[in-house]
């Protein structure tokens, strides 16, 4: 994305809060500096809205890929202790056996004052990519973050009702994990019915009971 569309990206985001991962990592850019390490990667779709932001990238993931420089188990990450000033995890944790054991080693790898930008679902339909154990609260997350010591800088919901109800409908009729291609008209009419749906989504608030997911951005206390 260059500097001119960041800059109408943004204005459009004064009038249309976010309501996919995309549109949040985008609005977190200033939250991102120094080495950066994108866990669970997965294809890296992410790391172009990343890497102008940030001095170095790594790309961490379980499964090799065209845009991953290690592949581990993400409990037990290969870095040494505040390896990177910026951790971004998006839709990772529900596929993880031992969340807080992630959130535990993101901790530990961060530098202090280094800051982790997390999305997670809290209602979204069955995906086991290749594994698919949790969904989250705002409070559950938060809790993550609280129980190895960092401090929560931002906490959100994004994707009101109507995206809620758009993914479901998404999983129900052509999900991206189901490998028989859908016919014309059925792929079609699924495309019309999502945007339909997303368009019409209200931004959850505060005392929202329905949203498709939370976001988080914790920092690691800085030395004293």
Known sequence: MSPSQKRLFLEKMTYHL???????????????????????????KYKKYIVPHVHSYVGC??????NIDVVTDVHDLPFEDDSFDTVVCTQVLEH?????????EIAR???????????????????AVPHDYFR?????GESLFKNVGMNI??????????????????????SPHDYT?????????????????????????????????????????ALV
Request: hydrophobic share 40%; proline share 7%.
């Open 181 to 221: 291609h859908p016919g014309f008209f059925r792929r079609n009419i699924y495309r019309v019915v999502h945007k339909l749906l997303c368009t019409i989504s209200n931004h959850p608030n505060e005392k929202s009971l329905m949203y498709a997911n939370i976001h988080i951005v914790a920092e690691k206390p």
């Open 61 to 66: 993931d379980m499964f090799p890929g065209e």
């Open 96 to 104: 993880v056996e031992r969340p807080w054991e992630v959130v535990a």
């Open 153 to 174: 800088i931002k906490l959100e919901k994004y994707g009101g009702v109507g995206v809620v109800l758009a993914e479901m409908w998404k999983f129900a009729f052509c």
């Open 18 to 44: 976010p309501h996919t991962t995309r549109e949040v990592l985008i609005l977190d850019t200033p939250h991102m500096r120094g080495r950066a390490l994108d866990l669970g990667a997965g294809t890296g």
């Open 136 to 140: 989250y609260t705002t409070e559950g």
């Open 109 to 127: 790898v961060l530098a202090p004052g280094g800051r982790c930008i997390l999305t997670t679902p809290f209602l979204e339909s069955y995906h």
